[in-house]
């Protein structure tokens, strides 16, 4: 039998696991999706409270270094119940409660559990083999336009791809979040060739079905900029030796991951499959469909058929932004409450405007709870942003380990990219890759300031003796 410890570590590895997976595996009730993540989730806080019955305390101490962070979920929490007294469709608001509840919990059981290196390392092992199941199905359901029943395009034979998703953005959205842990790791510490080979494999891979999801905010936004932050922190992170002696074999590796990929999308996303590569084309045309009033339309304008150059998405989701923050106004900037952007659109929007969700987590965030609630999330990311560079950058943080120097840069990557890839899934209350790398980031800092305090205090302690 195993000690409860290891039970509740065993517990959190599969909750994240089906978490990752999302709706893909679970069972069907009246009304509602009973899987396995959420199963998996209760067991893990019966488990919890059951412990802390019986030992009438929980070991929780390192959590004191993202104090700010639990007691701002706790607030948010709080604001979103006291929201239900003014939103339009209680039902809705719930929903949307009960979710941000389970998410920031899972969010900080990251920090919680994954509070020593082997734990944290355990802990990125198991997502990563989720991850790269994801992008394997992925690559399959490319060629064989073999959908799961998570997906919209279930029982069809649309050249789209979605994995374990209901969509494609989804998809890109969680690739774009994973891309930075797995492309650094080829890198950042030591491991065995085949490690470091299958890394390279699921690199490319994944850089394939972000290209096949033909999510353009992911593929030609958030990626590159991705890229850009990580090439101004190459000097920053790794050692300038190093760096001048494998930068030609590094070079090497970058370029052969853009050929390889160039000549998979080149072989298997054309002719009949040529949809996300079309979209993908129209990038620019973003810009255009930008351009015009920014005012909400009355119900006679909304969006006439054809309206846009890549289709009416992008005009749509301007729309639904002008929405949004109309009702904000309207609010006296509280916010609509928890869910409830939804519940004004439907009784609001104009013609050829097909969608509810405002398609934007910033804009969610903001027009949902209000000016307070967004401010102090705001602050607190970049906060989040500032420590993870600390902990990252060599010269701030010369003692810390290689692996946590690697969970500092890819979680800051991760986080960076977020700010144009959390525009593109429909809503991100559920959407658990980002409150996966939120609570990686959150782990990341706890166990580098743990590392960073004791380099200090060793230090002080020679010092002293000589």
């Known amino acids: 039998m195993l000690p409860r410890q290891q039970w509740l570590e065993k517990l959190f590895y599969a909750m994240i696991a089906f978490a990752l997976l999302g709706p893909t595996l679970g069972v069907k009730v009246p009304g509602f999706k009973l899987t396995f993540f959420r199963v998996a989730f209760f067991a893990l806080a019966v488990a919890l409270i059951l412990r802390w019955v019986n030992d009438k305390s929980i070991e929780a101490s390192h959590m004191y270094r993202i104090r700010w962070y639990w007691a701002f979920f706790a607030f948010w929490v709080a604001y979103a119940a006291i929201s239900l007294t003014w939103v339009i469709d209680l039902g809705k608001g719930i929903k949307y409660l009960t979710f941000l509840l389970m998410m920031t919990l899972l969010c900080l059981s990251f920090p919680f559990f994954a509070n020593t290196e082997k734990q944290f390392w355990q802990t990125m092992r198991t997502l990563f083999w989720v991850f790269f199941g994801i992008v394997a199905f992925g690559f399959f359901e490319s060629i064989t336009f073999f959908h799961l029943p998570s997906s919209r395009y279930w029982l069809s034979d649309a050249p789209n791809i979605t994995s374990v998703f209901e969509n494609q953005n989804d998809l890109a959205t969680a690739i774009t979040l994973a891309l930075p842990f797995i492309g650094t790791a080829l890198y950042m510490f030591k491991a065995s060739r085949q490690t470091k080979v299958l890394a390279y494999i699921t690199v490319v891979v994944a850089l394939y079905c972000l290209l096949a999801t033909g999510s353009r905010s992911n593929t030609m936004m958030a990626l590159p900029l991705i890229l850009l932050a990580w090439a101004v922190s190459l000097p920053f992170t790794v050692d300038r030796e190093k760096l001048k002696k494998n930068f030609l074999r590094g070079l090497g590796v970058f370029l052969s991951i853009v050929l390889i990929v160039g000549l998979l999308n080149v072989t298997l996303l054309s002719g009949g499959k040529n949809s996300a590569r079309a979209k993908l084309a129209s990038t620019f045309g973003i810009f255009l469909d930008l351009k015009g009033d920014w005012k909400v339309p009355t119900d006679q304008e ?96 010369p003692h810390l380990s290689p692996l946590i120097r690697w969970g500092a840069l890819s979680s800051l990557l991760s986080l960076i990219g977020f700010f144009i890839g959390g525009v593109a899934p429909s809503s991100c209350i559920h959407f658990t890759p980002m409150w996966i790398s939120y609570g990686v980031a959150l782990a990341v800092v706890v166990l580098g300031e743990q590392q960073r305090k004791k380099a200090e205090q060793e230090t002080e302690a020679t010092t002293v003796n000589s």
């Open 302 to 397: 909304g969006i006439e058929a054809g309206e846009g150059t890549g289709g009416t998405s992008i005009t749509v989701r301007k729309n639904l932004l002008l929405y949004g923050l109309h009702y904000l106004q309207e609010s006296n900037y509280m916010g609509v409450g928890a869910g409830n952007v939804e519940a004004h659109n439907e009784a609001n929007l104009g013609k050829g405007i097909n969608k509810v969700n405002i398609h934007n987590w910033w804009a969610e965030v903001l027009v949902n709870f209000g000016v307070l609630i967004f401010v102090m999330y705001m602050v607190l990311y970049f906060g989040l942003l500032r420590r993870l560079w600390r902990l990252a950058s060599i010269k701030r943080s």
